[in-house]
């Protein structure tokens, strides 16, 4: 019971990741031209993101809670935002970059800690 639990929490937690931070990144693109110069570095980039962020969430957000994990999280987004833009010759990521990006991700990362977090205590 409790894997088939956890499993259908990380699912939705994952579709939720790929839609909205696709949606987030794409919009961040819409707003500061010439961040990507097409969507695939978007739609990897959330990809990434996504995989690692809903292994993170099973990992980091049930012992330490929301906020050190998101403050974990903001950092590793950050990172990897910055690392997938190196490999788009065409990218123009600096890590400053990555860094305002992933702020815009953090309200949708709160959201979804908070969702795990009440999921795994019932």
Same mark, same amino acid.
């Given at each position: %019971?409790?894997? /088939?639990?956890?499993?259908?929490? /990380?699912?939705?937690?994952?579709?939720?990741?790929?839609?909205?931070?696709?949606?987030?990144?794409? &919009?961040?693109?819409?707003?500061?031209?010439?961040?990507?110069?097409?969507?695939?570095?978007?739609?990897?980039?959330?990809?990434?993101?996504?995989? &690692?962020?809903?292994?993170?969430?099973?990992?980091?957000?049930?012992?330490?809670?929301?906020?050190?994990?998101?403050? %974990?999280?903001?950092?590793?987004?950050?990172?990897?935002?910055?690392?997938?833009?190196?490999?788009?010759? /065409?990218?123009?990521?600096?890590?400053?970059?990555?860094?305002? %990006?992933?702020?815009?991700?953090?309200?949708?990362?709160?959201?979804?800690?908070?969702?795990?977090?009440? /999921?795994?205590?019932?």
């Amino acid at each position: %019971m409790y894997r /088939s639990h956890v499993w259908r929490i /990380s699912t939705i937690n994952l579709l939720i990741k790929l839609i909205l931070f696709t949606a987030v990144l794409y &919009v961040e693109q819409v707003l500061f031209p010439g961040l990507y110069q097409s969507i695939w570095p978007v739609i990897v980039t959330a990809i990434v993101l996504s995989g &690692v962020g809903v292994t993170a969430d099973l990992i980091l957000v049930p012992p330490f809670g929301n906020l050190p994990a998101l403050a %974990m999280g903001w950092f590793g987004m950050t990172f990897i935002i910055w690392f997938v833009g190196l490999w788009y010759s /065409s990218a123009a990521i600096s890590l400053v970059t990555a860094w305002f %990006m992933s702020t815009g991700l953090a309200p949708i990362e709160y959201i979804l800690h908070r969702y795990i977090l009440d /999921s795994l205590v019932r």
